[in-house]
């Protein structure tokens, strides 16, 4: 079979004219999936996270009463506040208390849940460190969703 060179420059012709019309559609189909992807990536939001853990007092003060160099406090008070990124209390928290021998009343370790305010109080702790100077109860806060936080550590003053 034999072709024509008029044939096969016309098809030549209507090449490179569709050539336009097609990379035209294809600007066009990739500007209106930008265009919904972006719109969709708008409308997300930044997970939920733990943004600040505060404890008042910011301090517990130790004395050594018997002078055998281990300073103790019987009754201490250390409430914890957990917010999120925007502010706002997180609630179901959980709250771990770690170091200079801090323990419940009763000898177990300490820890709990924060409330509908983001708080949790822990009353009647038992505090103790050897030795003067200055020690530190790390305070964990964790909740699923929204990571952990080991940031806050609540100073012990031994004098």
Same mark, same amino acid.
């Given at each position: 079979?034999? /072709?024509?060179?008029?044939?096969?420059?016309?098809?030549?012709?209507?090449?490179?004219? !569709?050539?336009?019309? #097609?990379?035209?559609?294809?600007?066009?189909?990739?500007?209106?999936?930008?265009?919904?992807?972006?719109?969709?990536?708008?409308?997300?939001?930044?997970?939920?996270?733990?943004?600040?853990?505060?404890?008042?007092?910011?301090?517990?003060?130790? &004395?050594?009463?018997?002078?055998?160099?281990? /300073?103790?406090?019987?009754?201490?008070?250390?409430?914890?506040?957990?917010?999120? #990124?925007? !502010?706002?209390?997180?609630?179901?928290?959980?709250?771990?208390?770690?170091?200079?021998?801090?323990?419940?009343?009763?000898?177990?370790?300490? $820890?709990?849940? &924060?409330?509908?305010?983001?708080?949790?109080? /822990?009353?009647?702790?038992?505090?103790?460190? $050897? @030795?003067? !100077?200055?020690? /530190?109860? &790390?305070? &964990?806060?964790?909740?699923? !969703?929204? @990571?952990?936080?080991?940031?806050?550590?609540?100073?012990?003053?031994?004098?």
């Amino acid at each position: 079979m034999r /072709f024509s060179k008029k044939r096969m420059g016309g098809d030549r012709d209507g090449g490179i004219e !569709g050539l336009p019309l #097609q990379l035209m559609i294809m600007v066009i189909v990739a500007g209106l999936g930008t265009a919904v992807l972006v719109g969709w990536m708008g409308g997300l939001s930044a997970p939920e996270a733990i943004a600040s853990v505060n404890g008042n007092p910011t301090e517990i003060l130790l &004395t050594d009463g018997d002078g055998d160099g281990t /300073f103790e406090n019987d009754d201490v008070t250390l409430t914890i506040i957990v917010r999120d #990124q925007n !502010g706002d209390p997180v609630e179901g928290a959980s709250v771990v208390l770690d170091g200079c021998e801090v323990r419940n009343s009763d000898g177990s370790l300490v $820890y709990g849940n &924060t409330g509908t305010d983001g708080k949790v109080t /822990f009353d009647g702790l038992s505090v103790s460190h $050897y @030795g003067d !100077g200055i020690g /530190f109860i &790390t305070v &964990t806060v964790a909740k699923g !969703g929204m @990571g952990t936080d080991s940031s806050l550590q609540v100073p012990v003053i031994c004098r």
